[in-house]
């Protein structure tokens, strides 16, 4: 019996802390069986085994991006979810999918009620040992810079997690 073959996918996350990436990102890797690649995590325990400078150094991209690239090679769908502030991370997620022979789908995570945006991130609770996630203030200051490319854009202020993935899978389907 022959299984019909899948291309993998890329689907790349990007946008500020406190968006929502990481509970959609768990959420639709729960629902589709998909690897789910997160930066944070990655840079944590690079930063704990004393390896890295968090502030300044891109070993945790780096790593990401070849996590994700072996994966998509073996065919299967990888959730990379990163705040992906650049233009350069962002052609490096691509470059990612295009070096694997596998399909991208490019989805900014926003929130357009700050507001609620504040709420999260002052009331966020870290899952990953050491991490501090950043305030208020620092996701104000971050460098994000605008987009130069079509991308599905999720805003997740007045919609749960369920009708954010639905969003999610209706596109992909597409693709």
């Not at 500020?16 to 944070?40: C, F, N, W």
């Not at 073996?74 to 470059?95: E, F, K, M, Q, Y």
């Not at 994000?144 to 490319?149: E, F, G, I, M, V």
Request: charged share 25%; with cysteine.
């Amino acid at each position: 019996m022959t299984m019909l073959a899948r291309q993998a996918m890329l689907v790349i996350l990007a946008g500020l802390p406190g968006v929502g990436k990481t509970s959609l990102a768990r959420e639709l890797a729960r629902q589709t069986g998909a690897m789910h690649v997160r930066i944070d995590t990655i840079e944590m325990a690079i930063w704990a085994a004393g390896s890295f400078d968090r502030g300044s150094d891109d070993v945790g991209y780096r790593v990401a991006y070849a996590v994700a690239g072996d994966n998509l090679r073996l065919g299967h769908t990888v959730i990379a979810d990163s705040v992906n502030p650049l233009s350069l991370t962002r052609a490096a997620w691509r470059a990612v999918a295009n070096d694997a022979a596998a399909a991208a789908c490019e989805i900014e995570i926003t929130c357009s009620d700050v507001g609620e945006h504040r709420r999260r991130v002052e009331a966020r609770i870290t899952d990953i040992l050491g991490f501090a996630p950043p305030t208020w203030a620092e996701v104000c200051a971050r460098e994000y810079q605008p987009w130069d490319r079509d991308r599905l854009v999720i805003d997740t202020a007045g919609r749960n997690i369920e009708q954010n993935v639905k969003m999610i899978q209706e596109a992909l389907a597409l693709r």
